[in-house]
């Protein structure tokens, strides 16, 4: 019985030859009609902004003229805006369809400043590309398909029109009979084909001048990266010489003078033990007090730096304490699994308790609530109060400081409090876990 060798040197399995590319299936046509209609979309839309980036190249046009005469100085500062204005209607329209396209700081308002500005002088590069790139390639993208469709439909409508007027879109010839109709309907067909095969890199092709010269220049995620990190090494520095301060404030204002008076009482003591032992034992005893006052102070400021329940127990049960001495009622909601970072555990502490103490001290609140959650690596504080809100950051009520510890572990801190309340409180702390 013969055998059929479907080595690569004598063709496959299926009979066809080696090498032979493999026909087309019904998906794969359906892909590409639906990739060329997704980048006619992109070609429809980089015509609308290259209509805007014309109208903006004839403006520019005619600002640099009117300078020549002093004239267009006064036209400058709204040109560069409607430049900014155009440039960022083609960012956005980038952004949907692919990387997302940061635009740069608000630019510059004079003229000098214009001219010496690296992003400004990309901005009208690319006003000058798209204008005739962006529109020619638009023009084509919708002739393309009218120019298909009137082809393919060739047969039905030729024999309504003029002799002279029967004819394929690129008016090679007249059509006098149905095999010639036929064959230029054959031609709307190719067109569809050259519209699968073309829309895409015509799609790509307009988006190019925008993608090279709209977008921030190489390196520039790195600078700002190292900028918001040399902020938030500043506010780290900066909470940090605050709590110093803070923790001095509370010894010398209180421990110290506690102690001071101790020893004071001491001395009194010892001088009145020879002339009335009464006298003295009264003195000792409010030496006595004085030192478990001292104490006593001293264990509230060691616990206000790191709380001893954050090392012995849990960030909750830390947290639960601060509720239940917390004037108004306030309610724990924590679902939180293991332990993280002592640096994360307190700054939630510190977060919570100075939003616990501003909510008692200025909010007139009812009740309050803190929940605790930990999604995607990052440790999610959400405190909540019916207060009368009108929160300030910058009123004096510790908030940038609370704003500070939370930016100096890389986390964001955000705040709602409309006149009349409610005051939501929301901290972000990246926890690695």
């Known amino acids: ?26 998906w794969d046509v359906f892909a590409r009609a639906r990739t060329a209609l997704d980048a006619f979309e992109h070609i429809v839309g980089g015509m609308g902004t290259a209509i805007l980036a014309l109208i903006m190249l004839l403006w520019l046009i005619f600002t640099a003229a009117a300078c020549l005469f002093g004239v267009g100085l006064f036209l400058v500062p709204g040109t560069l805006r409607a430049l900014r204005t155009v440039t960022e209607r083609e960012r956005e329209r980038l952004s949907r369809w692919g990387p997302e396209i940061v635009g740069p700081a608000p630019g ?68 006098h009979d149905w095999p010639g109709a036929f064959a230029v309907s054959l031609l709307g067909i190719g067109w569809f084909a050259v519209i699968l095969g073309v829309a895409p890199g015509m799609a790509w092709l307009q988006a190019w001048p925008g993608r090279r010269l709209l977008s921030p220049p190489p390196g520039t995620d790195l600078v700002t990266r190292v900028a918001e990190l040399t902020a938030t090494r500043a506010a780290a520095l900066d909470a940090h010489a605050i709590e110093l301060r803070r923790i001095e404030r509370a010894l010398h204002d209180g421990t110290q003078n506690r102690m001071v008076a101790v020893n004071v009482l001491i001395g009194a ?73 002592a640096s994360v555990e307190a700054t939630a502490y510190f977060v919570v308790a100075e939003t616990l103490t501003n909510i008692a001290k200025h909010s007139r609140a009812r009740h309050a ?41 890389d986390g964001t801190l955000t705040l709602a409090s409309p006149p009349g309340g409610p005051t939501t409180l929301e901290a972000e702390l990246p926890c690695g876990l």
């Not at 510059?108 to 798209?130: C, F, K, M, N, S």
């Not at 930990?374 to 950051?393: N, P, S």
């Open 108 to 175: 510059p308002t004079r003229l000098r400043q214009a001219v010496a500005d690296p992003a400004t002088r990309r901005e009208v590069g690319w006003v000058a590309w798209h204008a005739v790139l962006g529109t020619a390639l638009g023009l084509v993208g919708l002739t393309l398909p009218l120019t298909s469709a009137t082809d393919a439909a060739f047969p039905l409508w030729w024999q309504l029109v003029p002799a002279s007027a029967a004819t394929p879109s690129i008016g090679l010839w007249t059509v």
């Open 369 to 409: 609530t803190v929940t605790v959650r930990h999604r995607d690596g990052l440790l999610r504080l959400r405190i909540t109060d019916d207060g009368r809100g009108g929160a300030d950051e910058h009123g004096g009520s510790g908030l940038a400081g609370i704003r500070k510890r939370v930016e100096a572990l």
């Open 1 to 26: 019985m013969p055998t059929h060798d479907a080595s690569p040197g004598n063709g496959r399995a299926d009979g066809r030859p080696a090498g032979a590319p493999k026909p087309p299936r019904p």
């Open 269 to 341: 003591s010892r001088r009145a033990v020879s002339r009335s032992p009464a006298d003295a034992d009264a003195l000792l005893e409010r030496a006595q007090d004085a030192a478990e006052q001292a104490l006593a102070e001293l264990r509230a400021v060691v616990r206000s730096i790191l709380p001893p329940v954050l090392a012995d127990r849990s960030l909750s049960d830390a947290l639960s304490g601060l509720a239940s001495s917390c004037p108004v009622p306030c309610r724990i909601d924590a679902d939180v699994d293991g332990r993280y970072a």
